[in-house]
């Protein structure tokens, strides 16, 4: 671990986010999480990390301008933003190709924590946006999802509830914690196992777990 591994983890307060502090912290990463964007860019000045990771639509002020702040402020410290799709484009043209890199929501847990890993110990990299679970892979750079080879077409929802299954690997997901993922309202437990049944008719029934009483898993 370099000397200076602190990481500002500015996400909002979802399960998402939890599992990262957790795995982040189990592995003795010093984490500062802030949940809203108003006080990232002091907590940046305060704490002078090595990375920020940003969710550019928290609350609070515009946060492409807190990106350009920390850039200008602190050059070296690399910033990871979580971005929709639809503001990739403008995101691009902001980030340094050379030390800064974005990831799409709706991302998996585990693609996430080891992106800051590997920014910790390696600096800047390219890394491949493939996931892989058997023989089901996502490409998270354009939402594109194959099984055995094959393109799979999914609605929005379809891949949202897939990334919040690959987010949680050889986990049983509860049915309340895939609604507070997916959705971004209150949703029932009947309208995630009908999402679940769509799921199972296109990557294959197989390839999802029921555990009764407790949730789904998804298989390899």
Do not use: C
Not at 112 to 122: D, K, N, Q, V
Not at 199 to 217: F, N, Q, S
Request: negative net charge.
């Amino acid at each position: 671990m370099p000397p200076n591994d602190h990481v500002v983890l500015a996400l909002p307060p979802t399960a998402a986010s939890a599992s990262v502090l957790r795995s982040l912290r189990a592995e003795g990463v010093n984490v500062s999480p802030v949940t809203d964007g108003i006080g990232v860019l002091d907590v940046v000045r305060a704490r002078d990390p090595a990375l920020l990771v940003l969710d550019v639509e928290l609350p609070g002020p515009d946060q492409a301008g807190v990106i350009a702040a920390v850039q200008s402020e602190a050059p070296n410290v690399t910033v990871i933003a979580i971005t929709p799709r639809e503001r990739r484009a403008g995101l691009l043209v902001q980030l340094r190709g050379d030390r800064d890199d974005y990831l799409l929501r709706p991302f998996a847990v585990d693609e996430l924590a080891a992106r800051i890993r590997l920014r910790l110990r390696l600096g800047p990299v390219i890394e491949s946006t493939v996931l892989r679970q058997g023989e089901l892979a996502v490409d998270t750079e354009f939402g594109e999802v194959t099984v055995d080879g094959q393109s799979v077409s999914l609605s929005p929802t379809e891949y949202a509830l897939l990334m919040a299954l690959l987010g949680a690997p050889g986990e049983v997901v509860a049915p309340d914690r895939l609604a507070r993922e997916v959705w971004s309202e209150p949703a029932s437990a009947n309208l995630v196992q009908v999402y679940i049944s769509y799921l199972r008719r296109k990557i294959g029934p197989e390839r999802i777990r029921t555990v009764r009483g407790e949730g789904y898993v998804l298989e390899a």
